[in-house]
């Protein structure tokens, strides 16, 4: 009887612990699941959270790598080839990437000219604009023309007194000899224009400008073409109004602050309105070109006609959108911005 007693009790405690195991196996066979259930999530979570932190690292465009012109906001056939991204070295040395730009060299929307009015009796819109840095712009019209003397002093006389009709520089030979620093003497009171048919179209230019710009220490002064406007045209340095008037001529600009020579064809001394994108979402000015050393340039006044009052001396700032750019001069003041903030990229010889 005692035998039967043990042995059922060991048969008790044999279907106990069968009982316990498999609660045992049961149990670790969740906890696995849900292991690796909370992992996968874990997983995903911490995917997710990669792709949307932005950590403030800029990745260049590989070398040799093709951009759209539209996605730097250039204009329909304002260049002529492929935006390419090729390795440059900056003017202050910085080894870095570039953009390869090749302009059109005349404005994709807007046309040029007119420049000089055929005849002292003409109005503002058969001729052009004249600024001298002094803050003024004036519309060329006839009284302007018959006028100067007025304004620049003596031995000034731009047209035939006889006929009324103005010296305009109407060929190549006289564009060329007077379209130069060292004007010829034979062309001393005129009013100089020229004719992109001289060149065969617009005169196609290449810059690299830094894809990251990269700011200096102390800014540079400009002293020659400082940037390209979205347009596809040269954003040149200030015009050199003091040779062009000691020479007693008027390099007559038309109404979108261009005009043509030689040696850049088509180019741009101001911003009057032309070669602008669409506005900014937030009212910000809108953006008219790129500067040499890669900054992005805007118009001087934002969409309520109100320009910015914490501009630094080569007329930028910082934004939270934006980062640094500038904003250009008025037209009066002959020029675009006061200096370069960055290290520039550099024109491309032509080949």
């Not at 951009?67 to 080839?81: K, M, N, P, R, Y």
């Not at 005349?106 to 003409?122: L, N, Q, R």
């Not at 080569?314 to 750019?325: F, L």
Request: with cysteine.
């Amino acid at each position: 009887m005692k035998r039967i007693m043990c042995t059922a009790q060991t048969y008790l405690i044999i279907a106990l612990g069968v009982i316990l195991c498999a609660c045992g196996d049961s149990s670790t066979e969740a906890n696995s699941e849900q292991t690796t259930q909370e992992q996968t999530f874990t997983d995903t979570s911490t995917d997710s959270t990669t792709d949307d932190v932005d950590t403030g690292t800029e990745t260049e465009p590989d070398s040799d790598a093709s951009v759209t012109a539209s996605s730097l906001l250039f204009f329909d056939d304002a260049v002529i080839e492929t935006i390419t991204t090729q390795s440059c070295t900056l003017s202050g040395g910085t080894q870095t990437t570039c953009y390869r730009i090749t302009l059109a060299g005349e404005p994709a929307v807007d046309e040029i000219g007119p420049f000089c009015p055929p005849t002292i009796e003409s109005d503002a819109s058969q001729g052009g604009i004249w600024f001298d840095g002094s803050g003024e712009v004036y519309d060329i019209d006839g009284e302007f023309i018959s006028h100067l003397d007025q304004l620049y002093g003596d031995g000034w006389l731009l047209y035939d007194p006889s006929t009324g009709e103005v010296n305009i520089t109407d060929t190549q030979t006289a564009c060329e000899a007077a379209a130069r620093p060292n004007v010829d003497p034979a062309y001393q009171n005129y009013c100089v224009q020229c004719d992109l048919e001289y060149y065969g179209g617009g005169v196609n230019e290449t810059v690299l400008l830094p894809v990251t710009p990269v700011p200096l220490s102390t800014p540079n002064y400009i002293n020659a073409n400082m940037g390209v406007s979205l347009n596809g045209v040269i954003l040149a340095a200030q015009a050199p109004v003091d040779a062009i008037l000691n020479n007693y001529t008027i390099a007559a600009f038309d109404d979108c602050g261009g005009h043509i020579n030689p040696f850049d064809g088509y180019h741009y001394h101001a911003a009057t309105g032309c070669s602008t994108a669409s506005g900014e979402e937030d009212g910000h000015a809108s953006q008219i070109g790129y500067a040499l050393d890669g900054y992005r340039i805007y118009a001087m006044l934002d969409a309520s006609g109100y320009e910015e009052t914490d501009l630094d001396e080569c007329r930028g700032h910082t934004d939270e959108t934006r980062g640094y750019h500038y904003h250009v001069a008025s037209p009066g003041e002959n020029m675009f911005i006061g200096c370069f903030h960055g290290e520039q990229g550099e024109w491309v010889a032509s080949e």
